[in-house]
């Protein structure tokens, strides 16, 4: 289907401060151009790039980061969709001035269809699917054969050649191990000063039990003095998970 379908039900005049814009910082694009690039060369052999975006609590700039990651590959003309996986304190809608519904549950409950709940942004190549009517059974739903086939569909059908998920802080409940289960994988963001140790190690065992592909993390509020573009290994848990560096306004 072509991109006329899609309902702009949104004012996107209003700008919204912690998205990549001209404004932005050099340093803070480049390091998001840089965890594009390594995202790109995790999704070449895989024809359906889903990916989900979690982190160990709320507050550590998960939903920030996935925003912007999936703005970074909307950048090179691919055509990217952002789904508010987040069930159970979604803000997708909010960061894009969209409506918080018909959205996801709305779709896979049968009550709207698909394309009634895929939004325009402002953002060319950039779409998104907000939360929807919050449902009694966020993981049920994610975890669903329907949200399986709904995936498959947006990368076929539709035509989306990235799709990001915001699911909740693994720590807290399931849903991003049940979802992550039909993607690439999933990707964990960090907070600079602030995520201790004990906690991103529960959040690595929580993934690793459910099977996830763990993409690699992002280390997220780093102070643009110390900004890097480098990456390294995660010798805390001696495996080659990769970090990348941004810098987003806290606590989103």
Not at 3 to 22: C, E, H, M, S
Not at 82 to 94: A, E, N
Not at 142 to 170: N, R, W
């Amino acid at each position: 289907m072509n991109k006329g379908i899609f309902k702009k039900k949104a004012n996107t005049t209003q700008r919204t401060i912690v998205l990549l814009d001209d404004s932005t910082p050099f340093a803070v694009k480049e390091a998001y151009k840089a965890a594009r690039t390594n995202l790109m060369f995790m999704f070449a052999e895989h024809e359906h790039k889903c990916v989900s975006v979690t982190s160990s609590f709320p507050g550590e700039g998960k939903t920030t980061t996935c925003a912007n990651l999936a703005i970074s590959f909307a950048q090179t003309g691919a055509k990217t969709l952002i789904i508010d996986g987040d069930l159970r304190k979604p803000r997708m809608h909010r960061m894009f001035s969209i409506s918080s519904a018909p959205g996801i549950t709305d779709v896979l409950g049968g009550f709207a269809k698909l394309e009634d709940a895929i939004y325009t942004t402002k953002y060319e190549n950039l779409f998104v699917i907000p939360a929807g009517t919050i449902p009694p059974n966020p993981a049920e739903l994610l975890a669903s054969q329907s949200m399986k086939q709904l995936l498959e569909k947006l990368s076929g059908v539709y035509g989306f050649e990235y799709v990001f998920i915001d699911t909740p802080p693994i720590n807290m409940v399931t849903d991003a191990a049940v979802v992550s289960q039909s993607l690439v994988g999933s990707i964990v963001v960090v907070k600079s000063g602030e995520t201790n140790k004990e906690s991103l190690k529960s959040a690595v065992l929580a993934l690793e039990q459910a099977g996830t592909n763990i993409l690699g993390f992002i280390l997220n509020d780093v102070s643009l003095d110390r900004y890097s573009y480098k990456y390294g290994r995660g010798n805390a848990y001696q495996k080659d998970y990769q970090y990348g560096y941004c810098n987003d306004e806290p606590g989103k």
